[in-house]
């Protein structure tokens, strides 16, 4: 098991739906820089910019790399044939089309052979806007990124309540938000089977926490000691897999439990890989916390 380049799987079915295109419509459709910039809450986004001075026209696909690393499948299976129909549609019928219109929407019938959404339906809370904390003589604030920029270039505010100066407190993130939920659980024992002592230690383990989702390695070949497992942690039954595939990471995982008493190695690489995707992880043994 080992890590998926996300940004790399990106890129190649860019290229793929690109060269779809190319067949159908008979023309080559040039590669254009795919970017990994954006923030908040979208997926993807195409851009297209003409300079009024030069007639230079830039080109450009723009991903969320936060939401490509925990909803690759969905990038890759709508979101990035999406906003390749918008450049292919832009190029073939030039500037005067409505965005997702007729020609958009023929693309990615036609072309892509999928229903020509509009809109994502991924979860975005991990990728949702920062705030940062002010305070006054009365009160807390919530500033966004813009406004906590400007305070840093020398602009001030001040308290409309209290007429005090705002001073900045902390900044705080989502997580922060929702510090004791766990979105997704990744649990693995490698091929050792999961025992009671297994789930207890779990449970002990995030005894304040709530879990959204539960996953396991796909080593661990019990259905009805995951569902027990999940039964334990009150995560709901439709919110528990097992991974299919054995020489990939599952997406989305916020933490990871690795216990350690077989395929040592294995599972030192598995909690290495997740720890470079900035996954939380415990690693511990039977027994032992």
Not at 6 to 21: D, P, S
Not at 66 to 77: P, T
Not at 181 to 186: E, G, H, M, R, Y
């Amino acid at each position: 098991m080992g890590p998926v380049d996300e940004f790399k799987a990106i890129k190649v079915r860019v290229t793929e739906c690109l060269h779809l295109a190319s067949a159908h419509f008979g023309k080559t459709f040039p590669d254009i820089p795919v970017k990994f910039d954006l923030t908040g809450r979208v997926g993807g986004y195409y851009c297209y910019h003409k300079c009024r001075a030069t007639g230079k026209v830039t080109q450009y696909f723009r991903f969320n790399r936060v939401l490509v690393r925990e909803n690759l499948k969905e990038y890759l299976d709508q979101i990035c044939p999406h906003e390749v129909a918008h450049y292919v549609a832009r190029t073939e019928w030039g500037m005067g089309i409505q965005p997702h219109g007729t020609e958009w929407k023929s693309v990615m019938i036609d072309v892509f052979k999928l229903a020509p959404d509009r809109c994502h339906s991924m979860d975005t809370s991990s990728a949702a806007k920062r705030h940062f904390i002010y305070t006054c003589g009365c009160r807390e604030h919530a500033f966004t990124k813009t406004k906590h920029n400007k305070v840093l270039r020398g602009y001030g505010y001040r308290c409309r309540a209290c007429s005090k100066p705002l001073v900045f407190k902390k900044e705080e993130t989502p997580a922060d938000a929702n510090v004791n939920v766990i979105p997704k659980l990744f649990v693995s024992t490698a091929d050792m089977p999961l025992s009671e002592t297994h789930i207890r230690q779990i449970q002990a383990m995030i005894i304040d926490h709530t879990v959204l989702a539960l996953v396991a390695d796909p080593l661990m070949t019990s259905d009805a000691k995951l569902q027990k497992l999940g039964r334990a942690l009150k995560v709901s039954a439709a919110a528990v897999a097992r991974h299919q595939n054995p020489a990939t990471l599952p997406g989305g995982v916020t933490h990871a439990i690795i216990f350690g008493d077989c395929q040592i190695e294995r599972q030192q690489r598995v909690a290495k890989a997740f720890q470079q995707r900035g996954v939380i992880v415990r690693k511990v043994r039977a027994g032992v916390a």
